[in-house]
């Protein structure tokens, strides 16, 4: 019998409630526990996948290919699992399914409403996700009161009342702000938040206090008596060192009694002992590396979320603090790479699309690869490798991608009319083809050749999987030129795309195809990333 917690949250967003859902989530799976999460996001918006990094943050793809909300990848980061398309949906996709259900006549001719069609749907796509689960944590994106949210908590208020107070536990996110002028913390915003969701129906069981200051015993009194509920069940979040420690600070709260108590749970004493260990070395690490990460998304960091997450979680099992020296390929283009990378011991680029910033991504390329500095290219970074390897190793100026010049004379990258997705279905895509669906997404079998350092960092495997996200290919057809001048071909796909690139005279430079940074988890660091990580040390200590 699933057991669900919905996590709401109110007076602005950005609280952590994403961060939230995942620690309560480490807590209970830690305590022994079968836990998912599912995110609900409220834009219309079928996914994420058409959206700006600058709009929306980062897509994060999961093993069956949806691309889907960045809050899924700080779930699986902390509970050290796969997730799949029934672990988010967006307001876009229930409509979708009720708009395709209802011209094919399934309502029998009724008229289509939010309550109770739309409502409908949302609940069974929430118990959907709950099959097999001891608990299912549910986040709704947004705050309450916003306008699209509404057929969610009604949703969610409709489920309290099915499931019972034994089966259902609602969380409220709300924000305690410390007043400067004043001395004080202020408890009015999360009161008017909790009367606001409470005009909808749902009564909060618990509150998480988002606050920059201690929230001493009194003001914890004034938030229970005000929001009706126990002082157990509110819950100090202060600002934490590290995302990670957040877990740890909420079983310091006692954050799972009233949870297992109104669950009517047996005691929960998680074992966090390993994980206390990994956030040790977060804060106060033995060791540091400085690594270039050449991007061009640089305005919102959150663009590159699953990649930044997945250096913590090398150093953390490395001991070592990697420090992230940000680097807009654009300003390489103006101003060059030896001024901008010459204190670096690794370089990472990362992956992107479109035109803008490729000839600086090119250039720190070049200058890693004469200068024989570790390089990860990822993605977009692997297929620029090859093209830096084409023009200034093969001299073959005009080598391009063709989703830059569609016309190239020499398209050592480019768009594949015909592959086999992650289900095993045939798809075709041209440049012409609609921009949502048409990428080549999702987990992927990767052979890996012997004795290369792809095959060294994933401890001798011959074959791998990992997750894509990109429409262009490298072309096969120049893979003999490649090869017998010195790169090499670390990994394949079972149809014979290439999915990793390295150079031979070089003492770690890898390009791969895939995204490593989505399989990276803070208890199970991905080995190529932790590998890059290792080898930009060693760097370091040679010179």
Excluded at 38 to 48: E, Q, T
Excluded at 448 to 462: R, S
Excluded at 486 to 511: D, N, Q, R, T, Y
Aim: glycine share 8%; proline share 4%.
């Amino acid at each position: 019998m699933t057991k669900y917690i919905f996590v709401t949250g109110g007076v602005l967003s950005s609280l952590g409630k994403g961060i939230s859902s995942a620690s309560i989530g480490t807590l209970l799976k830690h305590s022994g526990l079968r836990v998912s999460i599912l995110k609900i996001d409220p834009y219309i918006n079928v996914d994420p996948g058409t959206m700006s990094p600058l709009e929306h943050g980062e897509v994060f793809v999961t093993a069956d290919g949806a691309e889907t909300d960045l809050d899924i990848g700080h779930y699986e980061r902390f509970l050290n699992v796969k997730l799949s398309k029934k672990n988010n949906f967006t307001t876009g996709q229930v409509y979708l399914s009720v708009i395709k259900r209802e011209r094919q006549g399934d309502y029998l001719g009724k008229t289509i409403q939010v309550v109770p069609h739309i409502v409908d749907e949302i609940k069974n796509r929430i118990k959907k996700a709950g099959k097999g689960h001891d608990v299912l944590i549910v986040e709704l994106g947004g705050t309450v009161g916003d306008i699209e949210g509404l057929p969610f908590l009604e949703a969610i208020r409709e489920l309290t009342h099915e499931f019972g107070p034994h089966k259902a536990y609602n969380i409220h996110v709300t924000l305690v702000p410390y007043i400067k002028a004043a001395g004080e913390l202020k408890t009015k915003p999360t009161q008017h938040s909790v009367q606001e969701l409470r005009r909808i129906g749902i009564t909060p069981d618990m509150i998480i206090a988002r606050c920059e200051k201690p929230l001493p015993k009194e003001l914890k009194d004034k938030i229970a008596r005000s929001c009706g509920i126990d002082i157990h069940a509110v819950i100090e979040a202060r600002d934490a060192e590290t995302i990670y420690k957040v877990p740890l600070n909420f079983l310091r709260e006692n954050i799972l009694y009233p949870i297992s108590r109104q669950f009517k749970l047996r005691e929960l004493h998680p074992d966090m002992d390993s994980w206390d260990i990994l956030v040790k070395k977060i804060i106060a690490p033995k060791d540091e590396v400085t690594i270039a990460f050449v991007g061009k998304y640089l305005g919102l960091k959150e663009s590159y979320k699953s990649l930044t997450e997945a250096l913590v979680h090398a150093g953390a099992n490395l001991d070592t603090k990697v420090n992230i020296k940000w680097i807009d390929s654009e300003l390489i283009e103006s101003e060059g790479s030896e001024k901008l990378l010459k204190d670096v011991e690794g370089i990472l680029v990362a992956g992107g699309f479109g035109e803008r910033g490729v000839e600086g991504k090119i250039e720190a390329i070049r200058y890693a690869r004469e200068n024989k500095i570790p390089y990860l290219g990822i993605c977009l970074g692997m297929q620029l490798s090859i093209i830096e390897f084409a023009r200034n190793v093969l001299g073959i100026a005009e080598a391009n991608s063709m989703e830059f010049d569609k016309d190239t004379k020499y398209p050592f990258i480019y768009l594949i009319d015909e592959f086999i997705d992650q289900s095993g279905q045939k798809q075709i895509r041209t440049h012409t083809s609609p921009m949502g669906g048409t990428m080549r997404l999702g987990e992927y079998a990767c052979k890996v050749k012997p004795e290369t350092k792809l095959w060294e960092a994933y401890e001798h495997q011959d074959i791998i999987y990992e997750r894509h996200r990109h429409r262009y290919e490298a072309n096969t057809k120049y893979r003999k030129l490649l090869e017998d001048a010195g790169m090499i071909v670390s990994g394949e796909s079972e149809e014979g795309l290439i999915e990793a690139v390295e150079i031979k005279e070089h003492p770690w430079f890898v390009g791969v195809q895939f995204h490593p940074e989505f399989t990276s988890h803070l208890q199970n660091p991905n080995p190529l990333i932790k590998a890059f990580i290792d080898n930009s040390m060693k760097n370091r200590e040679s010179f």
